[in-house]
Every structure is written in structure tokens, then in C-alpha cells.
Nanobody
Framework: QVLLVESGGGLVQAGGSLRLSCAAS????????MAWFRQPPGKERVIVAG??????GTYYAGSVQGRFTISRDNAKVYLQMNNLKPEDTAVYYC?????????????????WGQGTQVTVSS
């Protein structure tokens, strides 16, 4: 079993930055593909960024390309968010799946954190 715990959310003005962290415990973290998803109120959960288990490849949704950066170390995965916009407001979730490849569909993930709220004011 893997436990994921997100932190780093908060309230920020448009143009500001936040860094989300997802701490993993339990199973060997490096064997998991990891991703950040977000879910605005009343909408579905969608992928924001993903990173392979080896850390050798990443993916970004078009809406965050050039503003967000996903990275990982031996125990955590991070999401650096710059130039935040009001449309980035959502609950952000860290997801992990067994295997080296990340998938776009949240149903393909085996482990989830509890989520952290990000609110961007205009």
C-alpha cells in the first residue's frame, strides 16, 4: 500500500507562484509513475502533469505548458506553478500508478492523496 500526502496549496494572486509537494510512503516510490491532476468545482478530474517512474519523461497539459514544472526525487513529487491564473483554481491531487508510464485517465491510477486546494484570485 502507498500513502500519498499533498501539501503546499493556498491562496495566491494572479501571476504568483506556488509549489505543491506530494510525499509518498510505503511501497518503493521510484517504481511508480506519478501525476498531478486537478478538479475545479463541479467539473471532472483532469491531468495537469505526469512524470515517468524513471523520471525520464514528462507530460504537461496544454493549459499549463511553460508555466508548471513537475519533478521528483527519492520520496516526493513536486509541481512548481508559476504565473498562476484564476482558471488554475481547483483541488489538486497527486496520483500514483504501478508501472513506469503515466496515463491521462484518473481511473488508471492506483493511489491518491487527499487533495490540496489552490485558489488564484484575480
Amino acid at each position: 500500500q502507498v500513502l500519498l500526502v499533498e501539501s503546499g496549496g493556498g491562496l495566491v494572486q494572479a501571476g504568483g507562484s506556488l509549489r505543491l509537494s506530494c510525499a509518498a510512503s510505503g511501497r518503493t516510490f521510484s517504481s511508480l509513475a506519478m501525476a498531478w491532476f486537478r478538479q475545479p468545482p463541479g467539473k471532472e478530474r483532469v491531468i495537469v502533469a505526469g512524470i515517468r517512474g524513471s523520471g525520464g519523461g514528462t507530460y504537461y497539459a496544454g493549459s499549463v505548458q511553460g508555466r508548471f514544472t513537475i519533478s521528483r526525487d527519492n520520496a516526493k513529487v513536486y509541481l512548481q506553478m508559476n504565473n498562476l491564473k484564476p482558471e488554475d483554481t481547483a483541488v489538486y491531487y497527486c496520483g500514483g500508478r504501478r508501472g513506469t508510464e503515466f496515463f491521462m485517465n484518473p481511473n488508471d491510477y492506483d493511489y491518491w492523496g487527499q487533495g490540496t486546494q489552490v485558489t488564484v484570485s484575480s
